[in-house]
């Protein structure tokens, strides 16, 4: 078996059809899709054992800790392949995937590699917004020295050496990560060529329950690996003062957006921030006030 390609889920029937569909949908022929549920209480469990009733499709269960990195490194252990590719449920990818990632990896010798991630948007300000900020994949990978799991490609090898994804997170495990593996000495690659399709966040509230999650992790990150991880204090002012509109500007840039639509969406971008800052300090509230 030469790749293993992940795919986590929880309580997402129609999003795992759709990640898995495009998944056996491939020119390639010598892998496996490995379907890590994270003890789903919906139609999703279902969904997966019908799925596994094909030779290409395995289904594990993973419902002692809640968290889509248990689930991931559920999926790890159960995997046979040298090639280890992560696919978030709902997701989908191009029939050439599965042969492009196993060819880099394997003809350039690679061990860590993010790929190109577009961000699919319907119509409304939310979903347009979405997708202009998107997943800059290259930039993470290049000045962050991570890619996020949803778009991650690694080797059997970095996972046998560095250790699994730290499944006390709920967010920034991949950061956690990918750090961890660039301080072993491994090479990070961005592969341009290769893209996954990412369906945009099309309400206010499912952006604000992200953004809150990305907090508390940020917020375990500094307990948990404060002493590797430079994460602000609570106290730092730059938590609470808005996004900096220059430095907004520069991330919509490439947007094809009227400039009616710039102030709404700077906005919004200033709301998720206070989002996350809200998730950081929720973090470390007392018990009894979270």
Not at 12 to 35: C, F, H, K, M, W
Not at 69 to 93: H, K, Q, T
Not at 138 to 164: I, S, W
Not at 226 to 237: A, E, F, K, W, Y
Request: proline content about 4%.
């Amino acid at each position: 078996m030469q790749t293993s390609i992940i795919v986590p889920v929880y309580n997402d029937p129609e999003g795992l059809r759709t990640t898995v569909d495009s998944l056996l949908d491939q020119t390639a022929t010598d892998y496996e899709v490995v379907i890590a549920d994270n003890g789903s209480t919906d139609g999703t469990t279902a969904v997966a054992r019908a799925f596994a009733r094909s030779d290409r499709v395995r289904h594990v269960v993973e419902d002692a800790v809640q968290g889509s990195y248990a689930a991931r490194n559920a999926g790890i252990e159960a995997a046979r392949g040298e090639v280890l590719g992560f696919v978030d449920a709902d997701m989908w990818v191009e029939p050439d995937y599965v042969r492009s990632v196993t060819e880099r990896m394997l003809a350039d010798d690679r061990d860590y590699m993010g790929c190109r991630v577009e961000v699919v948007a319907a119509e409304g300000t939310v979903s347009r917004f979405r997708r202009a900020t998107g997943f800059p994949v290259e930039r993470y990978v290049r000045e962050h020295r991570f890619a996020p799991t949803c778009c991650l490609v690694t080797r059997r090898r970095v996972f046998e050496d560095v250790g699994r994804f730290d499944e006390r997170l709920l967010s920034n495990g991949d950061l956690e990560f990918g750090r961890r593996v660039d301080e072993a000495g491994y090479e990070l690659a961005f592969e341009p060529s290769v893209t996954l399709y990412h369906p945009a966040r099309s309400t206010v509230r499912e952006l604000l329950a992200q953004n809150v999650r990305i907090g508390r992790g940020r917020g375990q990150i500094r307990r948990y690996h404060g002493d590797r991880l430079d994460v602000r204090s609570t106290l730092d002012p730059r938590n609470y003062l808005p996004v900096n509109p220059l430095g907004f500007r520069e991330t919509v840039a490439d947007a094809s957006a009227p400039a009616t639509a710039l102030p709404l969406w700077y906005l919004l971008a200033c709301v998720l921030k206070w989002a996350r800052t809200a998730g950081y300090l929720r973090q470390h509230l007392p018990a009894a006030v979270a």
